[in-house]
């Protein structure tokens, strides 16, 4: 299953007035082994979609359908953020764009328990990233909404295709896109050194493995000016 679907689940399971012990008890799992599934640090089997599906009363199809939309979502996110934090020459290097990202969705949780996109953060070299992110800058380049500079000599550079129809923004509230625009002021004219130790210096970084899914939940014990 697409691992952009945990945020989708936990709003369902409100919805339905569900508490995550009786959600555990019907899929069979403990209550901790659910929570991993929320908390987007435990992948979600087939099976379990399966079950999640008829529980919510909804076919399987649609169960997915509600996940990509938090895929679609966070593709907008990239598009908001190439309008919103890109140089003045409309690029932005592809690792600055992941972390202002990633810091969109922490920030997001710090303010509302629950991500603006719903995408699982890995912990890698470079800072925390979704696997989703490297797949969705290669849609959209095939589909032409963002073109893609891989100068052999520099960083990766990714700039709005502003010869395409305006972008749909239906995923993203006013809310959220007022918090990526107060991200995209702060870090604008930053360098993406700069970025990158801000966020290996945050406490979700810190503390976790190479190659683990970073919980959402260790951001809220963060200093307050230490979130993005």
């Given at each position: 299953?697409?691992?952009?679907?945990?945020?989708?689940?936990?709003?369902?399971?409100?919805?339905?007035?569900?508490?995550?012990?009786?959600?555990?008890?019907?899929?069979?799992?403990?209550?901790?082994?659910?929570?991993?599934?929320?908390?987007?640090?435990?992948?979600?089997?087939l099976e379990e979609a399966?079950?999640?599906?008829?529980?919510?009363?909804?076919?399987?199809?649609?169960?997915?359908?509600?996940?990509?939309?938090?895929?679609?979502?966070?593709?907008?996110?990239?598009?908001?953020?190439?309008?919103?934090?890109?140089?003045?020459?409309?690029?932005?290097?592809?690792?600055?764009?992941?972390?202002?990202?990633?810091?969109?969705?922490?920030?997001?949780?710090?303010?509302?328990?629950?991500?603006m996109s719903g995408m699982?953060?890995?912990?890698?070299?470079?800072?925390?990233?979704?696997?989703?992110?490297?797949?969705?800058?290669?849609?959209?380049?095939?589909?032409?909404?963002?073109?893609?500079?891989?100068?052999?000599?520099?960083?990766?550079?990714?700039?709005?295709?502003?010869?395409?129809?305006?972008?749909?923004?239906?995923?993203?509230?006013?809310?959220?896109?007022?918090?990526?625009?107060?991200?995209?002021?702060?870090?604008?004219?930053?360098?993406?050194?700069?970025?990158?130790?801000?966020?290996?210096?945050?406490?979700?970084?810190?503390?976790?493995?190479?190659?683990?899914?970073?919980?959402?939940?260790?951001?809220?014990?963060?200093?307050?000016?230490?979130?993005?």
């Amino acid at each position: 299953m697409a691992n952009a679907y945990f945020d989708f689940i936990k709003q369902s399971r409100i919805a339905r007035d569900i508490s995550q012990a009786e959600m555990a008890q019907k899929l069979g799992i403990s209550r901790a082994t659910y929570i991993a599934i929320e908390q987007g640090e435990r992948d979600l089997s087939l099976e379990e979609a399966q079950k999640l599906a008829d529980i919510f009363g909804i076919p399987l199809d649609n169960l997915k359908q509600g996940m990509a939309q938090n895929y679609e979502k966070y593709k907008q996110m990239i598009l908001a953020y190439l309008r919103h934090a890109a140089n003045s020459d409309g690029q932005i290097t592809k690792t600055k764009l992941a972390k202002l990202l990633y810091l969109a969705d922490f920030g997001w949780f710090y303010k509302k328990l629950q991500s603006m996109s719903g995408m699982q953060y890995r912990k890698i070299q470079y800072g925390p990233v979704p696997d989703m992110y490297f797949r969705a800058l290669d849609e959209m380049e095939d589909n032409g909404q963002i073109a893609i500079d891989r100068t052999a000599d520099g960083p990766i550079l990714i700039s709005k295709n502003e010869g395409r129809s305006p972008d749909k923004n239906d995923q993203i509230s006013e809310a959220e896109l007022s918090l990526i625009k107060k991200i995209s002021d702060k870090w604008k004219d930053k360098k993406t050194n700069e970025i990158v130790a801000f966020t290996h210096n945050q406490l979700p970084y810190k503390i976790c493995e190479e190659n683990e899914i970073i919980p959402y939940g260790l951001i809220t014990q963060e200093d307050p000016d230490f979130v993005f």
